[in-house]
């Protein structure tokens, strides 16, 4: 059983390769909150854009397109100890599938301005969603992650 | 440009079909988070689980498999007005995709049981992934959903 997805837009990115995000400065867990780029949405697809503005996040799915192969246990970025590639967010998987949620700035036409980009340039955008209350959850542990990314729950952003 | 996909896994769900879903019942921003089941990691990807346990809660990525077809302008379930779909979480959109977050009850090898089920079964799972700070946005604008979803995100779950 396969499935064929293709793109329904396209990210524009301030990173233009792979090494541009792996930096030790957008480790933290607000690391790439400022960072501002677009995403294209191919004009076939632009009314289904319509309502969008009401929504200050959106979950947007992509595809690692300079992914290449993977491995089931994984040194993730900045890590010395190998683990469980679905326990990480790298690029390497099965399925070299991404998921970012982004804070919308503004919609013109089929062009939204966001922040909270961590794609490279050209990324192939598979969909988009909005954010809602039931993708907010409180109180989560953080497995092997936890020395690294700051609790933040409780901020208000 | 395409994209082939192929599952690496399986969701054990209580809901048979869809129709057993499209309930009002569950229209609530936490209506899910009481249903369990499971998600079966094929044995060929289960080395991959490794450090799962240590999270709270995981991002399923899955295909709609029952989702036939779409329009751009689409009525969400139980309303009346239409919507661009990429403002709707709807089953049918081009590229049927899901993203569902689920909360770890436990692990045992290739199975892990969870809370917060929404799909049927049988839904092949893409990914998984875990949820971490960079998931967790505040203040959020929910656009046409505000007036039906409850605004939780400072509920303690």
């Given amino acids: 059983m396969e499935f064929k997805l293709k793109p329904i837009g396209i990210v524009h990115s301030p990173f233009k390769k792979k ?6 400065k957008y480790a933290d867990s607000r690391g790439f909150d400022s960072i ?6 191919f004009k076939e697809y632009e009314d289904g854009l319509k309502d969008i503005e009401g929504f200050s996040h959106l979950i947007v799915l992509f595809t690692f397109h300079r992914s290449e192969g993977y491995r089931l246990h994984t040194k993730p970025l900045l890590e010395d100890t190998l683990r469980g590639v679905f326990s990480t967010r790298s690029p390497n998987r099965p399925n070299p599938l991404g998921m970012t949620v982004v804070n919308v700035i503004k919609r013109k036409g089929n062009i939204l301005k966001v922040s909270g980009i961590d794609m490279i340039e050209g990324t192939p955008i598979l969909d988009i969603k909005p954010y809602t209350s039931r993708d907010q959850k409180s109180s989560i542990k953080l497995g092997w992650l936890k020395k690294r990314m700051k609790k933040t ?5």
Same sequence: chains 1, 2.
Avoid at 19 to 24: F, G, M, V
Avoid at 153 to 157: A, E, I, R, W
């Fill in 19 to 24: 090494e541009d995000i792996e930096s030790k």
């Fill in 36 to 41: 501002q780029g677009e995403l294209e949405i």
């Fill in 153 to 157: 729950q409780k901020d208000k952003s």
